[in-house]
């Protein structure tokens, strides 16, 4: 057999060394996967990232809303009587209501009321009896 090169018997080495180096790496990683899956370690690597980066969305929603809250305060007031008008609207519109009724109800009074009828008779607030005297 013939004499291999210095080169070569160099090359051999770095890639039997390289070698090793790589079984050693299989040998954790399989140690590694066997203590948690890969499942686990995507879903928990994605979660972490989305985590991340709402967190950071977050932060720049929030830093431009108070830029834009300290440029426009008259919005901002709009639409904080605007949301409070829409939580309230069941109780505003039932107040509406009630005083539509109460009007409705003092105009039935007053047209069902005769016309010589003095208000004590009709059922209204009774006059002084002075001013009575005076009216009589």
């Keep these: 057999m013939s004499a291999l090169p210095p080169a070569f018997i160099e090359d051999r080495a770095l890639r039997n060394a390289a070698r090793a180096v790589l079984e050693q790496d299989i ?3 399989r140690a590694s996967l066997d203590q948690q899956g ?5 879903s928990s690597s994605v979660s972490s990232t989305v985590t991340t980066r709402i967190k950071a969305g977050a932060a720049d929603v929030l830093a431009q809303a108070r830029a834009s809250a300290a440029e426009h305060p008259g919005i ?3 639409v904080i009587g605007a949301i409070l008008l829409w939580l309230m609207r069941g109780t505003l519109l039932d107040l509406i209501e009630t005083a539509l009724e109460g009007e409705e109800q003092a105009e039935a009074d007053i047209q069902s009321t005769p016309a010589n009828a003095s ?4 059922g209204g607030a009774s006059l002084p009896p002075a001013i009575e005297e005076q009216a009589a």
């Design 27 to 29: 040998a954790r990683l």
């Design 38 to 42: 890969v499942a686990s370690r995507v």
């Design 76 to 78: 901002i007031a709009l």
């Design 119 to 122: 208000p004590s008779e009709a």
